[in-house]
T-cell receptor, first 114, second 115 residues
Framework: EAQVTQNPRYLITVTGKKLTVTCSQN?????MSWYRQDPGLGLRQIYY?????VTDKGDVPEGYKVSRKEKRNFPLILESPSPNQTSLYFC????WGEGSHEQYFGPGTRLTVT | AQSVSQHNHHVILSEAASLELGCNYS??????LFWYVQYPGQHLQLLLK??????LVKGIKGFEAEFIKSKFSFNLRKPSVQWSDTAEYFC?????????????FGAGTTVTVRA
């Protein structure tokens, strides 16, 4: 089954404790992206990756890091989480070729930073 | 980056009523347009998309949307809603002509359907 998976689905942590949210897709997509969803703001892009070893900042990259060492994986790293990073996070992937570049979303990770 | 505006923050209606959600975007070039739905506690699912051809697009669950280029709009419609259509709806745009595949989302519209 074609899918995007994220782990963990729920995470409660404390300020300053480094964490990683994993994202994996099995569709051989070149493009992967991280979004955060906050009430009244919709989804905002954090980082994206056009392919292996190619990443770039989205609209709200501050406080986040990513890496793309393999095509299928795109982890999101919070080196020193703060309460304003409490949010719902979605990973997405898309093919790079012709077409509409529909993005497929993972199930989401709800992060609470206390 | 493109900006996307969704006109309604929260819509409440009764079953069998018609639904129309407005969406406008800022970029005047070639765009791909999407409507996603997020049911309570679930991830985003694609309702429908437009990237070329017939500007009236039909999606899943009886939804349709019309792309009006002159108005920079991509409004979502459903003639008769059901209780199960209660969800949050997001309009999204990208601009492949700019080599910009980032998906820009509107703020979302919460739809509540009362039985």
């Amino acid at each position: 089954e074609a899918q995007v998976t994220q782990n963990p689905r729920y995470l409660i942590t404390v300020t300053g404790k480094k964490l990683t949210v994993t994202c994996s897709q099995n569709m051989n997509h070149e493009y992967m992206s991280w979004y955060r969803q906050d009430p009244g703001l919709g989804l905002r892009q954090i980082y994206y990756s056009m392919n292996v070893e190619v990443t770039d900042k989205g609209d709200v990259p501050e406080g986040y890091k990513v890496s793309r060492k393999e095509k299928r994986n795109f982890p999101l790293i919070l080196e020193s989480p703060s309460p304003n990073q409490t949010s719902l996070y979605f990973c997405a992937s898309s093919s790079w070729g012709e077409g509409s570049h529909e993005q497929y979303f993972g199930p989401g990770t709800r992060l609470t930073v206390t | 980056a493109q900006s996307v505006s969704q006109h309604n923050h929260h819509v409440i209606l009764s079953e069998a009523a018609s639904l129309e959600l407005g969406c406008n975007y800022s970029y005047g070039g070639t765009v791909n347009l999407f409507w996603y739905v997020q049911y309570p506690g679930q991830h985003l699912q694609l309702l429908l998309k437009y990237f070329s051809g017939d500007p009236l697009v039909k999606g899943i669950k009886g939804f349709e949307a019309e792309f009006i280029k002159s108005k920079f709009s991509f409004n979502l419609r459903k003639p008769s809603v059901q209780w199960s259509d209660t969800a949050e709806y997001f309009c999204a745009v990208n601009a492949p002509s700019l080599n910009d595949y980032k998906l820009s989302f509107g703020a979302g519209t919460t739809v509540t359907v009362r039985a």
